[in-house]
């Protein structure tokens, strides 16, 4: 029995496309009763698990990769029917560059080959907070050049972020919050007396609220960075049987892979997680067999790397694993790896007590500079304590710091960049001065000669001498990367001597140009 | 035949007995005739070599090590005669300590016990300059708390030292310097045309010019490390016969060896040096037999570090090998070496183009603290840009920057730790909020549990949780590294939070006091 009339006739390529159905709600549907979408387009042929979204509705949502006319039928014992339809795929419009994907190794770019110069910031619990600061929040990230967004799905319990979510993803009562305090918290970490779950009845409300993020976030060009595991929890979600936490990645996968914009982080400081210590791998492949997309996968470490040679694994999701040289052995990383290597976490700007919550925005803007002439990526946050509690690494709320600016600078700066990407050059060995200069060339070796960014970090020369070759014409920049200045020093050819502020956190950019 | 009618009647311990006496001119004394002491005080018996110093003059300089009683006979063929004497050796008055000798394995102490703090700093071509520098350069070192010059005995030839020297140590001629400029000075550096040498043949007015420079340090308190061997030289001095390093060393040991503030180090930047590159241990062998004290020595690197666990070296002499992480790996130097870590070069403060000579202040002095809490030690020197060209790193004159005086109040702070030296601790694991302390505690296990510094570096915590244990009493400081304030944060028991500047390069020190 055929029935298109209740479906879109149409959607935009790489955006949702989504059939709502009516279905059994006797029993449990989320794990009594299944849901499949196939789908045929051109070039393009899956096979979509649907969810359960609650009150007799099941939902399949399909991402079409390619334009032109997709067909598809939904079948499954939610339903006695099979339906089946079809949609025009219409060209992506402005700003809808697809998903993106590694490139050129180490780097990443869009389906529609434009790059992506990840530059990210974390709000671990944004979503759950209450409405008027997830406003702020969007209204912040609208302002800001962060094209990332990394966040935890479950909620955060933590320093700093005890108060109850805004929504639980299961049917069930949490522990009575009122007994913490910032003295015991720790105490309450993982799954207390208190906790009354159903891990088979997932609260589509909850999910729905996600629904939204990301379908806001995708509306901004921002990626949607989803951890699923994390160790901040004192509602036993992150102590679950492995049955539900496989129902979990497959309920999560059926809902947001279809939105172009998703990364997978696995987990959160996966070493925080003793149970799931054997599992991880087991886990991996449910996400990977559940997103049809093949969208970016990682896992995050809390003090040691996970194996990121892993197949499953797409990029490196770092934290720095030490405290003082952190984002400087991004090219060692790809080396080990042959992986992009983007730091999530190497501290944040602000005025915690905690050593990683305290860093000057200088600092945290260096380590991001230092990863990006590595051919790496490093991402923000911020965590300075307020009246009002709010901290945009929990909570999200309004930027309060210096740093975030200065990570749009270098995001301008990237896109700049001929080809796709920068990675650590290396200088004529016979040129004295230059030994001690860290120089990013364009990944590409196509492009090589046509492109130099000699960067000083914490040193603050008042000048410097570049010599390249003796023939090509260049023009230099001298680049101010804290005072996010770009002062043009004029062209030279052979060997030349420039100035500097003589300040730190400069550098020279040079260009290879035409004669005339 | 007994002549002691013409030799000193007393010595201070530790201080030089010399003894003059004339000798054969005839031939080439340097190296056809030879002088040789033999002292016996109580308990202290030793064969000193002596040397000729010019105009039929020979001396003997010997140290006596204990008080009371030596007697002495001077041999060789230099003389037809044989010489005896003797002298009463007399309390060392104050001030003098004796020779810095490696403490508690990791540390440093004088003979007396007295704990050695090495806070150093480096003026590699000070004793060269003309005498109103070297009069600027002694002023400083006296009113700076430094306890160490690294200089080398050879002139330098350098960037910003391209002067000649105000005397050389070989009869002979040197290359043209005129001819030299900023930019061509490269080209001339090993053993270019124009230089005549005859190494066979010491100019003694060259090394008088250093006996009354290591003399005037010795009577400042401050030790005199000298470099043997360097790189940055176009008088071939650094490419000498292996016949000349080895005339070289013996003359300098018998010259200096008796003065008590004596420091070796066997090169700078050895791997520079690759005409040596096979013969370290040869010529480290025979510094070790000329040398009846058995000073401290050591080997100073470029980029990679000598085998420290060679058995004739005291201590490392380290340069940063990384650029980022430098004195952050003293604990791991001390573990693979089992020796005192000293950074005689991480950078230096100044406005250098060179990388290595533009660090702030606030980053050369939190390098020596970083150093420090792991129980190493740190060098200071500066590297700015004038007028004159007057380069305290080169040249010494006047300081110019804003770390001498906080290497001052670091060895103030060090002079206060109970014991002989720090070393990193360990705090209890079961402290959720310390774990990203670094503290430092006394060397001494004896000490355990009396002495705690938590330092924070570049982080800038507003205030810290400390818990030690729950019956000790405690007293509390912050100590501002940077600004050099030492604030009472008063008394403690069991866990507390104590506040901090909420700036960068700050620490808490926690002393256990006595009850009442």
Redesign the interface.
């Known amino acids: 029995m055929i029935d298109t009339a209740r479906f879109p006739a149409s959607c935009e390529r790489w955006d949702v496309y989504e059939i709502s159905l009516p279905g059994r709600a006797d029993g449990n549907p989320f794990t009594d009763w299944t849901i499949w979408g196939e789908f045929r387009g051109p070039g393009d042929v899956k096979r979509v698990s649907g969810f359960y979204d609650g009150n007799g509705v099941y939902r399949v949502r399909f991402m079409p990769c390619a334009e032109g006319r997709y067909t598809f039928t939904v079948s499954g014992t939610f339903s006695d029917r099979v339906w089946e339809g079809s949609f025009e795929t219409l060209p992506a419009s402005a700003g809808n560059h697809g998903v993106v994907r590694v490139r050129n190794r180490y780097h990443l770019a869009y389906d529609d080959g434009t790059p992506h110069y990840s530059v990210g910031t974390t709000c671990y619990a944004f979503a759950l907070q209450a409405p008027e600061i997830v406003e702020q929040t969007f209204d912040e990230l609208g302002r800001s050049g962060f094209n990332k967004l990394r966040f935890c799905l479950m909620p955060k319990h933590y320093d700093f972020s005890l108060r109850d979510p805004v929504a639980f993803p299961y049917e069930g009562t949490p522990m009575d919050a009122s007994v913490l305090t910032r003295e015991n918290f720790?105490e309450y970490t993982g799954n207390p007396p208190g906790n009354d779950w159903d891990f088979t009845r997932f609260n589509p409300e909850f999910f729905r609220l996600y629904d939204r993020m990301i379908g806001r976030l995708l509306e901004m060009g921002i990626e949607a960075d989803i951890i699923l595991f994390h160790a901040y929890d004192r509602w036993g979600f992150s102590q679950m049987p492995m049955d539900a936490n496989e129902r979990y990645i497959r309920y999560v996968a059926a809902r947001y892979s279809a939105y172009r914009n998703v990364w997978w982080g696995l987990a959160n400081e996966y070493e925080l997680l003793p149970g799931l210590s054997g599992h991880w791998e087991e886990l991996a492949q449910i996400l990977v067999d559940s997103d049809p997309w093949g969208h970016l996968r990682s896992i995050h470490n809390c003090e040691t790397f996970y194996d990121y040679s892993r197949p499953w694994i797409t990029h490196c999701s770092c934290q720095r694993c030490?405290?003082?040289?952190t984002t400087?052995d991004t090219d060692e990383l790809r080396r080990r790896y042959g992986k992009p290597v983007i730091w999530d976490e190497v501290g944040y700007e602000g005025?915690?007590?905690?050593?990683?919550g305290?860093?000057?925005p200088e600092?945290l803007v260096r380590r991001a500079w230092?990863a990006a002439i590595r051919g790496g990526y490093c991402g923000h946050s911020e965590t300075f304590?307020s009246d009002d509690g709010i901290v945009w690494w929990a909570h999200g709320g309004r930027l309060k710091g210096e740093s975030a600016e200065r990570f749009d600078f270098l995001r301008k700066f990237l896109e700049d960049v001929p080809g796709c990407g920068l990675k650590l050059g290396k200088l004529r060995d016979d040129v004295?001065?230059q030994w001690?200069?860290y120089v990013a060339i364009p990944e590409d070796p196509a492009l090589e000669g046509t492109y130099y960014f000699f960067y000083?970090?914490?040193?603050?020369?008042?000048?410097?001498?570049i010599y390249i070759d003796d023939t090509t014409l260049f023009e230099a920049e001298a680049i101010d990367t804290w005072n996010m200045t770009v002062t043009p020093l004029g062209r030279f050819r052979g060997r030349t001597e420039l100035p500097l502020p003589?300040t730190?956190y400069c550098g020279i950019r040079v260009r290879a140009v035409e004669e005339g």
Chains 1, 2 share one sequence.
């Open positions: 720790a030490d405290h003082h040289k400087e005025d915690f007590p905690h050593c990683w305290n860093f000057t600092e230092e304590l004295h001065f001690d200069d000083y970090s914490i040193w603050r020369p008042p000048f410097r001498q003589g730190q």
